[in-house]
């Protein structure tokens, strides 16, 4: 047996003599040995100089062997130092009651040397192997933990990727459909507006040649309030030209929204991923029957392009912004609507640069959250939300996207009653 620092063994026994034949047998092998005469000097002892196996005489002045034992296994320091037992008693009674308390073998004065090293030589493999066995279970459950946090990180890469890419497939899609008949509406609005004029024009032209129009011409006018149309006619055409460019930077944020992540980061403008964002989630924030709308203020400052994969940041904006109205949704039923009214469920959204970096802060209104449940928001399938309503994956993939993809940082403030806030900080 190897080892690897000098083994130590405390004999303690009222008798010197026996002290000195045993530490001279020990040192023979190479043991170090400590002594002591009593129990009170054994158990000081053990606190600054720990042995690794103690030889114990029962019979001793002051507190006997059996109470030493017990003081020894109470304290957390010296509660695994094997200890044997060396007395002159023979009756099993008091052997059962030594094992009983935490001693793990029994030596009978008059002992015999080659006994004494046999018994120490056997539990201190024991121990040996005990600890050697203690030491392999925790770098195995430490293999196995890191086993499982790479898995759960491979899952949440997984679904994060998939919802990604089903979600940008189904934004992508309705965007391009959108803009096929959207680009011939619009072209031919531009190309009607000019035509209607003519027509117009032309209308003028006879007015003026026949001014004696019928009765049935002026009462048709009259009826359908001529000057009226073709003076808002012009107007109805600019207001469908402006719905048709309206559309098409709906359409242009669906596209920055589903934008397909490569396999190298890029320049990205942040706030177009956020006004996409919020533009997916505008019917979320629309008024229903139970409170007014949310209000979202966005307080955007001067910052550059971050490279980085635009897909996955907006797929965090998507996380925390839905979690958010959850929250205000969630305060509704302490408030009534014209509370609410009063004081508008209302989301901030803030950008600057900090430290020649970029923080995205964005802050609801609503109920807060407990310090307990802010320690575990961005844990594994930790969720707050009833059944079918959230899969405690949102925050986790936001947290692992930032930190790990983007070597930045997301931190959670909060308190009950006063709202949440995320902060996001990420690298220019």
Same mark, same amino acid.
Not at 356 to 361: A, E, H, N, R, S
């Given at each position: 047996?190897?080892?690897?620092?000098?083994?130590?063994?405390?004999?303690?026994?009222?008798?010197?003599?026996?002290?000195?034949?045993?530490?001279?047998?020990?040192?023979r092998?190479?043991w170090?040995?400590?002594?002591?005469?009593?129990?009170e000097?054994?158990?000081?002892? #053990?606190?600054?100089?720990?042995?690794?196996?103690i030889?114990l005489d029962?019979?001793m002045?002051?507190?006997?062997?059996?109470?030493? %034992?017990?003081?020894?296994?109470?304290?957390s320091?010296?509660?695994?130092i094997?200890?044997?037992?060396?007395?002159?008693?023979?009756?099993?009674?008091?052997?059962?009651?030594?094992?009983?308390?935490?001693a793990?073998?029994?030596?009978t004065?008059?002992?015999?040397?080659e006994?004494?090293?046999?018994?120490?030589?056997?539990?201190?493999?024991? %121990?040996?192997? #005990?600890?050697?066995?203690?030491?392999?279970?925790?770098?195995?459950?430490?293999e196995l933990?890191?086993s499982?946090?790479?898995?759960?990180?491979?899952?949440?890469?997984?679904?994060?990727?998939?919802?990604?890419?089903?979600?940008?497939?189904?934004?992508?899609?309705?965007?391009?459909?959108?803009?096929?008949?959207?680009?011939?509406?619009?072209?031919?609005?531009?190309?009607?507006?000019?035509?209607?004029?003519?027509?117009?024009?032309?209308?003028?032209?006879y007015?003026?040649?026949?001014?004696?129009?019928?009765?049935?011409?002026?009462?048709?006018a009259?009826?359908?309030d001529?000057?009226? %149309?073709?003076?808002d006619?012009?107007n109805m055409?600019d207001?469908m030209?402006?719905? %048709?460019?309206?559309?098409k /930077?709906?359409?242009?944020?669906?596209?920055?929204?589903?934008?397909?992540?490569?396999?190298?980061?890029?320049?990205?403008n942040?706030?177009?991923?956020?006004d996409?964002?919020?533009?997916?989630l505008?019917?979320?924030?629309?008024? /229903?029957?139970?409170?007014?709308?949310?209000e979202?203020? #966005?307080?955007y400052?001067?910052?550059?392009?971050?490279?980085?994969?635009?897909?996955?940041? /907006?797929?965090?904006?998507?996380?925390?912004?839905?979690n958010?109205?959850?929250?205000?949704?969630?305060?509704?039923?302490?408030?009534?609507?014209?509370?609410?009214t009063?004081?508008?469920?209302?989301?901030?959204?803030?950008?600057?640069?900090?430290?020649?970096?970029?923080?995205?802060i964005?802050?609801?209104?609503?109920?807060?959250?407990?310090?307990?449940?802010?320690?575990?928001?961005?844990?594994?399938?930790?969720?707050?939300?009833g059944?079918?309503?959230?899969?405690?994956?949102?925050?986790?993939?936001?947290?692992?996207?930032?930190?790990?993809?983007? /070597?930045?940082?997301i931190?959670?403030?909060?308190k009950?009653g006063?709202?949440?806030?995320?902060?996001?900080?990420?690298?220019?």
């Amino acid at each position: 047996m190897i080892i690897s620092k000098p083994i130590h063994i405390l004999l303690v026994d009222d008798n010197p003599n026996n002290l000195k034949v045993l530490s001279e047998a020990i040192q023979r092998y190479g043991w170090k040995a400590l002594m002591a005469t009593d129990g009170e000097s054994a158990i000081e002892q #053990t606190e600054y100089a720990t042995p690794d196996l103690i030889l114990l005489d029962v019979m001793m002045p002051g507190i006997d062997g059996f109470e030493t %034992c017990r003081r020894l296994k109470t304290n957390s320091i010296t509660e695994n130092i094997p200890v044997i037992f060396m007395t002159a008693l023979s009756d099993s009674t008091d052997k059962v009651k030594g094992l009983e308390i935490g001693a793990v073998d029994y030596i009978t004065k008059p002992f015999q040397q080659e006994e004494v090293i046999a018994r120490i030589k056997l539990h201190l493999k024991i %121990c040996h192997l #005990t600890r050697t066995l203690e030491q392999r279970v925790q770098e195995r459950t430490a293999e196995l933990t890191q086993s499982l946090q790479e898995l759960q990180q491979t899952q949440l890469q997984m679904i994060q990727s998939e919802k990604m890419s089903a979600l940008g497939n189904l934004v992508a899609g309705i965007a391009h459909e959108m803009n096929n008949p959207l680009g011939f509406i619009s072209a031919s609005l531009k190309q009607a507006k000019p035509n209607i004029g003519d027509i117009i024009q032309h209308l003028k032209l006879y007015q003026e040649s026949f001014p004696s129009a019928s009765e049935e011409i002026i009462n048709h006018a009259e009826e359908i309030d001529l000057y009226y %149309c073709t003076e808002d006619l012009f107007n109805m055409i600019d207001s469908m030209i402006m719905a %048709c460019d309206r559309i098409k /930077n709906i359409s242009n944020s669906l596209r920055t929204f589903s934008r397909a992540d490569r396999d190298f980061k890029q320049s990205f403008n942040l706030h177009e991923g956020i006004d996409s964002t919020i533009l997916i989630l505008k019917h979320r924030l629309k008024a /229903n029957d139970q409170r007014p709308p949310i209000e979202v203020i #966005t307080e955007y400052g001067n910052i550059p392009q971050v490279e980085c994969f635009s897909g996955q940041i /907006n797929q965090v904006f998507m996380n925390i912004l839905a979690n958010a109205i959850d929250a205000l949704d969630d305060s509704i039923a302490d408030r009534s609507f014209a509370e609410i009214t009063a004081n508008p469920n209302r989301i901030t959204i803030t950008t600057l640069i900090a430290d020649k970096q970029v923080k995205i802060i964005i802050a609801d209104n609503g109920i807060g959250m407990s310090e307990e449940v802010k320690q575990r928001i961005f844990d594994h399938l930790f969720t707050t939300k009833g059944a079918n309503k959230g899969t405690g994956l949102g925050l986790a993939i936001a947290k692992q996207i930032i930190c790990d993809k983007h /070597n930045g940082q997301i931190d959670c403030l909060s308190k009950p009653g006063e709202g949440t806030k995320f902060v996001v900080t990420l690298p220019i």
